[in-house]
């Protein structure tokens, strides 16, 4: 059965149970709909931090060791 197009989340739920019931795992079908409705997964918090603070940031060592 071809996935609903649209943005709206009654759109993305229905593509959702779709999928789920052909058979793929649930984060699978989660993330084929939102990608078919052009939206992007929510990060949990506590993920890997991309952009750390300039004091965070490893220092060149430039002495004598």
Avoid: C, H, W
């Amino acid at each position: 059965m071809p996935l609903r197009e649209g943005r709206s989340d009654e759109a993305i739920s229905a593509n959702i149970k779709t999928e789920i019931a052909a058979g793929k795992p649930q984060k699978q079908a989660v993330a084929i709909a939102l990608s078919k409705a052009g939206k992007k997964q929510k990060k949990a918090d506590g993920g890997v931090v991309k952009a750390f603070s300039p004091i965070a940031r490893p220092q060149r060592f430039s002495g004598i060791y």
